[in-house]
């Protein structure tokens, strides 16, 4: 069996849950999620309990991940309508700015464009900002994105409608950069019956099957791949009220390799988008000594639970897949092998030095 060997995968778009609703996910079970699916390192969202929006939250949370990350990691602060130059200051210790400009799980929802000046105006132009922004929102965070004559990074586009308005400006050199998620790329509302209607909830909702096309066609226009794992309790994806959101971190790459074998996109193609453009975009360190060992051969059935991540489900559940993270080494050690995850609690390090 040749074995396949990738670089340690990056994912820019992970919600750890701690500190608040370690019930859902933790740093140390969603680091061992990350490891699992062969991603080195995880840049944390800061939608958690409280959220991560001020120096004294982005403290608690780095403590955390300190003491209990497997992998390697940074944290993302949040704007608030506060948000001011004390934040600002604040973007060398993080992984960059998110804004919350379209409604989704958690309270930092940016209703009005009159909150929306300061964060475009004062975070460093080098330093990372991420919108979530869906439809003709987007549109409008494009417009402050050139108002204010700086780079963002547009998370989880997830329409034919928002694909195009990027292509557009690409086309015009903005300094726009995007990302796709696994389950915008292999699933749209057809499959909520088989889902359930709860467990399929997801920010942004799934897509009608031309949007799912228009991203497959566009893919050059895609700069990277992010999960968006958000991990929520079964119990509460099955409630009458079901908070939105999927694990991800052990599925992408099984996925994403098998449309590989079918010829949907090129192996480079899939390790420019979850390594070396997840570097430049978001300016991280080369993790020495590091790299994933695949078996590219290996054919299984994503299987109902049995995962690293406390949200023990999935909504890929009994799909075909080709492609199987055999062994993960980071910086010199094994972290990973044959569904053991080997690095403690505690041996992640900040991607920023913090
Ligand atoms: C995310 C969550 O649960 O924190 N949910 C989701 O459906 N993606 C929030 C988000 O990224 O929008
Ligand atoms: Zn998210």
Not at 8 to 14: S, Y
Not at 176 to 185: D, N
């Amino acid at each position: 069996m040749a074995l396949l060997r990738l670089p340690g995968l990056i994912d820019p778009h992970v919600h750890v849950r701690e500190p608040g609703a370690t019930y859902k996910e933790d740093w140390s079970t969603a680091t061992a999620a990350a490891l699992a699916g062969g991603f080195t390192a995880i840049l944390a969202m800061p939608n958690t309990q409280p959220p991560v929006t001020d120096e004294t939250t982005l403290e608690a949370a780095l403590q955390l991940a300190r003491e209990k990350a497997r992998c390697d990691y940074a944290q993302y602060l949040g704007a608030t309508a506060h948000f001011g130059p004390r934040e600002a200051a604040l973007a060398p210790r993080t992984a960059g700015l998110k804004l919350y400009l379209s409604r989704t799980f958690g309270p930092l929802w940016l209703v009005s464009t009159e909150t929306w000046h300061h964060p475009f105006r004062l975070w460093p132009q080098e330093a990372p900002l991420v919108v979530h922004a869906e439809r003709v929102t987007l549109a409008a965070a494009l417009f402050f994105a050139r108002l204010y004559r700086r780079p963002i990074h547009v998370a989880h586009v997830a329409y034919r409608e928002e694909i195009l308005l990027i292509r557009g400006a690409k086309e015009r050199g903005w300094p726009v950069t995007c990302e796709v998620t696994p389950h915008h790329l292999f699933l749209t509302q057809e499959d909520i019956p088989r889902i359930g209607e709860g467990r399929a909830e997801v920010r942004p909702k799934l897509g009608l099957p031309q949007d799912r096309a228009a991203l497959w066609e566009n893919l050059e226009v895609v700069d990277v791949f992010a999960t968006d794992h958000a991990p929520h309790a079964v119990q509460e994806k099955d409630s009458p009220q079901p908070p939105p959101g999927y694990p991800g971190l052990e599925t992408a790459l099984p996925l994403l390799l098998t449309a590989v074998q079918e010829g949907r996109l090129t192996l480079d193609d899939l390790v420019q988008r979850m390594h070396h453009r997840v570097r430049a975009i978001w300016r991280l360190p080369e993790q020495g000594e590091t790299w994933v060992e695949v078996d590219p051969q290996a054919r299984w059935e994503i299987p109902a639970h049995g995962w690293h991540t406390r949200a023990d489900w999935t909504p890929f559940v009994g799909m075909k897949v080709q492609g199987r993270v055999k062994r993960v080494v980071l910086r010199g050690k094994a972290v990973y092998q044959d569904g053991r995850v080997l690095a403690p609690p505690g041996s992640g390090r900040s991607l920023r030095g913090v």
